[in-house]
C-alpha cells in the first residue's frame, strides 16, 4: 500500500495582509435601522407573510431555522442576522464551509474575497496564512471538547484564540480514558503540537462576525462544509479529522432542530445546494426518529427560498418537471417542494433586500 499523502502539509502561505481583498466590512455592512430597499408585489407581500409565518412560529415555540450561503456575509447582511439572533426570531442557523471562512475574515481584518481568476494560476488563492490556522485550530481544539465547527469558530473570535490543554494533561486523559468518545479528537490535537504563538490571533472587527453573534447569544450556528471545498484545506495546518469530527457534531444538531420544526419556518437564503442537500438528510433522519417514536412526520412548516436566479421557467405549485426539463435539476426547487409540498415561498431577490425588509417587518412585531 502506497504512503498516506500529505501534500497540504507542504503548502506555503502568506500573510493575510499580502493578499488584495475586495470587500470591506465597514463600507458594506447593510445598516438594519436603515430604510429597507424598496421593492414592488409580489416581494413585498412574500416578505410580509413571511414576517408572519415567523412570529406565529415562535409563538408557539416551533422552529426557525435560517440556512444562509457565503454571499450573504459577502453582501453585508451580517448585522441583519445579528438582530435576528439578538430579538430571538432565529432558533438556528447554518451555513456552508465559505459562510465561516468570510464571517472569520471580516471578524479578524473586516475584508475579505479574493480573485480566483489572478491567484489560483500562481498558487496563492486560498494560500492565507491566518485564515487556514485560526479554522483548523479552532476546528482541533473544539474536535477535542466535543464541540461542533460553528461554535468552535464563533469561540476562537470570542476569546481571540484558543486554550488548548497542555501536553501533559492531554496525555493523562488519552491514558486514564481511553475508551472515551474523545480520545481520537485529544489525541489529534496532541499530535498536532500546537506553539503558543499559534494560539493568538486579534480579531479587530468581531461585531461584524455572525458565528460571534451567534455564540454570544447561545443561539446554534452549524457549519456544514465539504472536504476540500473551502480555503482551510489550503493550509499546513490543514486536519480533515478535525474538520470532519466538527462538522459531524454540526450536523447531529442540525437534526435535533430539524425535529423542532413542525409549524415552523425554514429558511434557505442564498445557498442553492447545501441548504436543500442537508435539509432532506436531517428531514430524512428526524422523521424517522419520530416514527420509531410513534409520532407522525413533520408537518405543517414553511420553506422560504430567497436566490436571485429564476426558478428554471417552471411553475413548481404544478408539480415536478419532468426530468427532461433543465428546471428539474435546479436543486433548491426541486428538494424543497418534495419535502414541504405546497408550503413553500420563492422569493426571487437580492438577498439584502428580503432580509433588510424581513427585519424591518418583525420590528415592528
Keep these: 500500500m502506497d504512503p ?9 502561505v502568506l500573510s493575510l495582509s499580502q493578499r488584495q481583498s475586495h470587500i470591506d466590512i465597514q463600507a458594506t455592512a447593510v445598516v438594519p435601522a436603515s430604510p429597507p430597499p424598496a421593492v414592488a408585489e409580489p416581494l413585498s407581500g412574500q416578505i410580509r407573510a413571511l414576517a408572519s409565518r415567523i412570529v406565529a412560529a415562535r409563538a408557539r415555540d416551533a422552529a426557525v431555522m435560517l440556512f444562509y450561503g457565503a454571499h450573504v456575509v459577502k453582501n453585508g447582511c451580517v448585522r441583519l442576522l445579528a438582530e435576528l439572533i439578538r430579538d430571538g426570531w432565529v ?30 494560476p500562481i498558487g496563492r488563492f486560498g494560500t492565507w496564512d491566518e485564515v487556514g490556522r485560526a479554522i483548523n485550530l479552532a476546528a482541533l481544539d473544539g474536535a477535542a471538547r466535543g464541540m461542533g465547527l460553528g461554535e468552535s469558530v464563533g469561540g ?22 481511553p475508551d472515551h468518545l474523545l480520545t481520537a479528537a485529544r489525541a489529534d490535537l496532541l499530535h498536532a503540537a ?10 479587530r472587527f468581531p461585531e461584524f462576525s455572525i458565528a460571534h453573534t451567534a455564540v454570544e447569544h447561545c443561539v446554534p450556528l452549524t457549519a456544514h462544509p465539504g472536504i476540500g471545498y473551502d480555503i482551510f484545506a489550503c493550509h499546513p495546518r490543514f486536519h480533515p479529522a478535525a474538520i470532519g469530527r466538527t462538522a459531524g457534531h454540526d450536523f447531529q444538531r442540525f437534526v435535533a432542530a430539524m425535529g423542532q420544526l413542525g409549524g ?42 430567497v436566490d436571485i436566479q429564476d426558478s428554471g ?30 408550503a413553500v415561498s420563492y422569493l426571487q431577490a437580492d438577498n439584502r433586500a428580503v432580509l433588510h425588509g424581513l427585519v424591518h417587518e418583525l420590528r415592528g412585531s
Design 313 to 342: 421557467g417552471w411553475d413548481w405549485q404544478t408539480g415536478e418537471p419532468p426530468v427532461n426539463h433543465a428546471a428539474y435539476y435546479l436543486r433548491f426547487c426541486k428538494t424543497f417542494h418534495r419535502l414541504a409540498p405546497g
Design 156 to 177: 476562537f473570535i470570542a476569546k481571540d484564540g484558543i486554550e488548548p490543554p497542555n501536553d501533559r494533561d492531554l496525555k493523562h486523559l488519552i491514558e486514564t480514558e
Design 264 to 305: 415552523g419556518v425554514y429558511m434557505s437564503v442564498g445557498s442553492a445546494i447545501a441548504s436543500p442537500q442537508v435539509f432532506e438528510k436531517a428531514f430524512s433522519i428526524a422523521n424517522n426518529l419520530r416514527d420509531q417514536e410513534g409520532k407522525p412526520p413533520l408537518g405543517d412548516h414553511h420553506v422560504a427560498i
Design 4 to 12: 498516506p499523502l500529505n501534500l497540504t502539509a507542504r503548502t506555503r
Design 91 to 120: 432558533t438556528h442557523l447554518a451555513t456552508q464551509g465559505a459562510g465561516i471562512v468570510h464571517d472569520w475574515e471580516f471578524a479578524y481584518a473586516g475584508v475579505s474575497s479574493e480573485s480566483v481568476r489572478e491567484n489560483a
Design 194 to 203: 500546537i506553539k503558543d504563538t499559534d494560539c493568538s490571533l486579534h480579531h
